[in-house]
């Protein structure tokens, strides 16, 4: 597995998103779900990534199993911001400095460790000044509990005005085939402050990988159909005839439509490190053989052309995306 940059963070060029270990996407099987890390630090996939939510909190819990005694063998990551309470029920976005300093503790003790290598807000606060949030951040870092700072969701004005308090050396944001309005506005402002691009859902929350034929194909307990509109069943067979495009080219490269959307991703650039999820070592290393995968500049225009936009907004409810 190469390495890419993030600012000054090196990390695999292939990251693991764990959300869906433990909530959203149908039940897990913790057995497999520690073996699915283990098996991707193995393969050099070790640019790992969960946050305090996730669960709620079960998936720090459960990725702090996988690597305990193996903590420098990874790139850690998690985040903080969308609160949530025990039962699963939602607090609300929550930016307040004293809240970014409990949150981190509380994460640091459930992942069993003693500093975060890449610490996100999850999501940006508006009621709080930015500027604010980070330097509750920044602090963190003076006092060694976290290495990095990161943003998610966050435009492109409020990128700027929390890389003038401390350098932020990251933003995760959704990127794919299917969601590519980063384009426009974000992903050149990072470029232009030497920030790297986190690309989450990079297989559009698994339909690009061509496995939902219809809406009934997802898992029992999956909250995909109501939670993202292009699952709905009013844009479900709009989306599924562009996932048939990229099948289209995927059989004459002789890799899965899912290779084939990851390879364009990595192929946006040395500074965009998707990190797709999985719960099953069987995907996982499907993914891995991804970064072998080579297109060519007509490939990638053809794909361009070709797959997209797709029927539906990324969310139902997009007012937790900073714009």
Not at 186 to 203: H, K, M, N, Q, W
Not at 225 to 241: M, Q, T
Not at 260 to 279: E, H, Q, Y
């Amino acid at each position: 597995m190469q390495t890419r940059q993030l600012g000054s963070l090196s990390v695999s060029a292939l990251g693991l998103g764990c959300m869906g270990m433990s909530e959203f996407y149908g039940t897990g099987a913790e057995g497999e779900s520690i073996a699915t890390i283990r098996r991707a630090i193995e393969l050099g996939c070790t640019f790992l990534d969960t946050a305090d939510m996730y669960g709620p909190f079960t998936n720090e819990l459960l990725v702090g199993k996988a690597i305990a005694g193996r903590r420098e063998d990874v790139v850690l990551a998690t985040k903080f911001g969308n609160e949530r309470r025990e039962d699963g029920s939602w607090v609300g976005i929550n930016g307040r400095p004293e809240y970014v300093v409990s949150a981190c503790d509380a994460s640091l003790a459930r992942l069993g460790v003693d500093h975060i290598d890449l610490y996100y807000q999850h999501r940006v606060d508006t009621t709080v000044p930015i500027e604010d949030t980070v330097g509750a951040m920044a602090s963190l870092v003076e006092t060694g509990k976290v290495r990095y700072l990161g943003l998610s969701e966050a435009s492109a004005q409020t990128i700027r005005r929390a890389h003038a308090v401390h350098p932020v050396t990251a933003l995760q944001t959704e990127y794919s085939l299917f969601t590519r309005d980063v384009e426009a506005e974000v992903l050149p402002t990072v470029r232009e402050l030497g920030i790297g691009f986190v690309a989450y859902s990079p297989l559009g929350r698994g339909f690009l990988t061509g496995a939902y034929k219809r809406q009934s194909d997802l898992p029992d307990g999956d909250s995909r159909a109501g939670r993202f509109p292009r699952f709905a069943e009013e844009n479900f067979d709009r989306n599924l005839a562009l996932v048939a495009t990229v099948e289209q080219l995927a059989s004459s490269k002789g890799c899965t439509p899912g290779q084939l959307a990851l390879a364009w991703v990595l192929s946006r650039g040395d500074d965009v490190v998707p990190i797709p999820g999985t719960k099953r070592r069987t995907y996982l290393e499907e993914n891995i053989a991804a970064a072998g995968i080579e297109l060519s500049d007509q490939d990638v225009a053809w794909l361009e052309e070709h797959v997209g936009p797709p029927a539906g907004d990324r969310y139902a409810d997009m007012g937790s995306v900073n714009r």
